[in-house]
């Protein structure tokens, strides 16, 4: 369940201090520094990656490695800079060796990145790889066949793309986030108002 500090926090530092030394999963054990995320807390452009890898755990901060360059790369791109943007991920602790999180490590961090969500209000969140838009859209995606698209979310418009990771390995995906990002920047300058969340139900544990 939801925690009611965490329902009632009104900005992201509120919501940073509910977190605090979160020892909620078992993925505290092995973490370096817990990454809640970095950038404009009113962007209109919200990225959500799978989790933190070995540098973000070194640094506290959201894709600052390999991956991280490619992100900023794509952002130069399109004429934008992480200032610009919110960078979180769906879990904060580095799940170990890189592996993909567990459901129940998703459903612990799931909150708190609700919270982050409902206190940015963006209009486009840009999920980063198959997991991070499987968690935020709520069913299991091919990438191949919904990257760059629009689609609609409670409040928000989602867009899935390829995680820059993957790009890191395959200059044909490299040159498919560079057409997702060309999209972002179409999506971002259409102006068009995002989707209204719908009414909570009374037992709604999240936003996912």
């Known amino acids: 369940m939801t925690e009611p500090m965490l329902e009632a926090a009104q900005t992201l530092e509120e919501v940073r201090e509910v977190l605090g030394d979160c020892k909620r999963c078992p993925l505290h054990v092995a973490r370096g520094k817990l990454v809640f995320g970095y950038g404009d807390p009113d962007a209109d452009?919200?990225?959500?990656?799978?989790?933190?890898?070995?540098?973000e755990d070194a640094q506290g901060l959201p894709f600052v490695g390999p991956a991280g360059k490619v992100l900023d790369e794509m952002l130069a791109g399109i004429g934008m800079d992480r200032s610009q943007v919110y960078i979180a991920n769906v879990v904060k602790c580095r799940p170990p060796g890189n592996r993909d999180p567990l459901p129940l490590e998703i459903e612990t961090c799931n909150p708190f990145l609700a919270a982050q969500i409902r206190i940015i209000k963006p209009r486009i969140v840009c999920e980063l790889g198959r997991i991070a838009?499987?968690?935020?859209?709520?069913?299991?995606?091919?990438?191949?066949?919904?990257?760059?698209?629009?689609?609609?979310?409670?409040?928000?418009?989602?867009?899935?793309?390829?995680?820059?990771?993957?790009?890191?390995?395959?200059?044909?995906?490299?040159?498919?986030?560079?057409?997702?990002?060309?999209?972002?920047?179409?999506?971002?300058?259409?102006?068009?108002?995002?989707?209204?969340?719908?009414?909570p139900e009374p037992e709604q544990l999240g936003l996912f």
Do not use: I
């Not at 452009?45 to 540098?55: C, H, Q």
């Not at 995606?141 to 995680?163: E, S």
């Open 45 to 55: 452009l919200m990225f959500v990656g799978e989790g933190p890898g070995r540098a």
């Open 133 to 199: 838009a499987g968690v935020m859209m709520g069913w299991p995606l091919q990438m191949t066949k919904v990257h760059g698209t629009r689609v609609d979310g409670p409040g928000y418009f989602n867009v899935p793309v390829f995680h820059p990771a993957a790009a890191l390995r395959t200059p044909s995906t490299m040159e498919l986030l560079r057409q997702d990002f060309a999209n972002l920047e179409s999506y971002l300058a259409e102006g068009e108002e995002p989707p209204r969340p719908p009414e």
